[in-house]
């Protein structure tokens, strides 16, 4: 029954960004995967990620300002029965803030009426005299849901771009196929409803966090794809068509004619998925391989005034 806020760190008014920002941060020290040797991590990440599923719930985030539920989302006891709250029992009744709520002490207001609105319950039944309280206060909540489960998904970086469906293997050994959304990226979280632990009021959900695999020679760069692709001095100067490779299949691209390293070539939709159903793009930035002991290269330039000089515009 944590204070969400104080789980993430985070004031009471931050932005949202605030508190995603605040997550990742703690959801990567606290990883599961980087804390093998220390379930106290693993309970804390699960704290963490609860807070984070709240607060980013708006509605919920609303609800528990308000005090209507507790951190763990279940409904708040009112007027703090049970929770540990200021009212203090009365001669003959239970006394609040000032307010005598019962007891037919002299003078006192007869509450019994506002509280019969309030809760839908009336006077006490049973004969009882006393104005207490209906029987019907302070009603039992509903059962409770069983935990939440929370996983962590590794997934290869091409499969992120071109969304490729996941298969996840639960805690029951069962697997199901996961659809990547549009927008994913390292902690990202999906919420799979009902794939949690049992509990008397149905099961809990399972929270998969995504983890996105580096790659070996693509990088992102928000939903665009950066990669570096070499080519030879002889594509270099003549120009032509060379295969590149993208996050699904290797294409052909066109090499302008005096290309030199740094030049970059723009493949449109070939980058991540973006929010909006539009696609990022691959960005090739070319990178001129001269070969360290070509003779026939050595007895060319010998010869060759090397073009100019290349540094003028510096001033060297």
Request: charged fraction near 25%.
């Amino acid at each position: 029954m944590a204070d969400p806020y104080a789980t993430l760190g985070v004031a009471r008014g931050a932005s949202e960004a605030d508190i995603k920002k605040a997550y990742r941060k703690l959801a990567k020290e606290l990883h599961p995967d980087r804390n093998r040797d220390n379930p106290k991590a693993a309970e804390r990440f699960g704290q963490v990620t609860g807070a984070y599923d709240l607060l980013t719930d708006k509605d919920k985030r609303a609800r528990f300002d308000r005090g209507e539920i507790d951190g763990d989302g279940n409904p708040a006891a009112p007027f703090g029965f049970g929770t540990g709250g200021r009212g203090q029992p009365g001669a003959g009744g239970f006394r609040a803030e000032g307010f005598d709520m019962g007891g037919g002490g002299a003078g006192g207001p007869d509450m019994s009426d506002i509280f019969e609105g309030l809760f839908g319950g009336g006077r006490a039944r049973g004969g009882n005299a006393g104005g207490g309280f209906a029987s019907g206060f302070g009603r039992r909540p509903p059962p409770a849901k069983g935990g939440n489960v929370a996983y962590s998904l590794r997934v290869p970086f091409t499969d992120a771009a071109t969304l490729a469906p996941q298969r996840v293997t639960l805690a029951s050994g069962s697997t199901i196929d996961l659809k990547l959304p549009a927008g994913v990226e390292t902690g990202t979280q999906m919420r799979l409803a009902g794939k949690g632990d049992a509990g008397p009021g149905g099961n809990g959900d399972a929270i998969v966090t995504i983890e996105i695999q580096p790659h070996r020679f693509f990088t992102r760069d928000g939903d665009d794809v950066r990669v570096d692709l070499p080519i030879t001095l002889k594509e270099a100067v003549e120009g032509g068509k060379v295969k590149c490779p993208t996050v699904e299949n290797p294409v052909m691209v066109g090499v302008p004619a005096g290309a030199t390293s740094g030049k970059t070539l723009r493949l449109k939709g070939k980058g991540f998925h973006r929010k909006n159903g539009e696609r990022g793009d691959q960005l090739v930035t070319l990178i001129v391989d001269v070969p360290a002991d070509d003779a026939a290269l050595r007895a060319f330039v010998a010869d060759w005034n090397g073009g100019g000089n290349p540094r003028a515009a510096m001033g060297v």
